[in-house]
T-cell receptor, first 114, second 108 residues
Framework: DVKVTQSSRYLVKRTGEKVFLECVQDMDHENMFWYRQDPGLGLRLIYFSYDVKMKEKGDIPEGYSVSREKKERFSLILESASTNQTSMYLC?????????????FGQGTRLTVV | KNEVEQSPQNLTAQEGEFITINCSYSVGISALHWLQQHPGGGIVSLFMLSSGKKKHGRLIATINIQEKHSSLHITASHPRDSAVYICAVEWGNTPLVFGKGTRLSVIA
């Protein structure tokens, strides 16, 4: 039973292309996150959202933007893809319960920019 | 910002061995998460804990709030346990802060 779905597992794009990574969750979660994961660096937060049409920058937002038009969908946009954006991208969602929130992750999108 | 350190970075074990992975963090938290990532890339949540100990099958997670330290134990390890194990912490409703992960290989 898949709860967080990322639109692609593998993607190859050319430098300069506009790239959309889609993430959908079916748990009615308020919080959604986009991370990238690189060897030796772990998971780093790109953008997050706590509500529809709301977005916050994470630790490494440069070169990215996001869109949250509906509660269940959080899109990551690479405005002009560059080779240093080759990475594994992971989407997550969570629902706050008091001061804790269990996170659910998608399967990841391995993006290669050539 | 919280700093999360995991040790060891890499771990190779023989099937059946008892395994311990450690996680320490620098400031107070509301919860600590242990996550598992298999080679395909997807991440699953193993435990979320704020005190004491939790057990699920052969996996045990403990946390010492005073010492800002958590351990993940795997008893009777098996090759299917081979994965990257990631520790993450949160404070209130803020994004998780992750450790860099421990890559575990269990050899038959």
């Amino acid at each position: 039973d898949v709860k967080v779905t990322q639109s692609s597992r593998y993607l190859v794009k050319r430098t300069g292309e506009k790239v959309f990574l889609e993430c959908v969750q079916d748990m009615d979660h308020e919080n959604m996150f986009w991370y990238r994961q690189d060897p030796g660096l772990g998971l780093r937060l790109i953008y997050f959202s706590y509500d529809v049409k709301m977005k916050e920058k994470g630790d490494i937002p440069e070169g990215y933007s996001v869109s949250r038009e509906k509660k269940e969908r959080f899109s990551l946009i690479l405005e002009s893809a560059s080779t240093n954006q080759t990475s594994m991208y992971l989407c997550a969602s969570s629902f706050p319960q008091g001061d804790q929130a269990e996170a659910f992750f998608g399967q990841g999108t391995r993006l290669t920019v050539v | 910002k919280n700093e999360v350190e995991q040790s060891p970075q890499n771990l190779t074990a023989q099937e059946g061995e008892f395994i311990t992975i450690n996680c320490s963090y620098s400031v107070g938290i509301s919860a600590l998460h242990w996550l598992q990532q298999h080679p395909g890339g997807g991440i699953v949540s193993l435990f979320m804990l704020s005190s004491g100990k939790k057990k699920h099958g052969r996996l045990i997670a403990t946390i010492n709030i005073q010492e800002k330290h958590s351990s993940l134990h795997i008893t009777a390890s098996h090759p299917r346990d081979s994965a990257v194990y990631i520790c993450a912490v949160e404070w209130g409703n803020t994004p998780l802060v992750f450790g860099k992960g421990t890559r575990l290989s269990v050899i038959a």
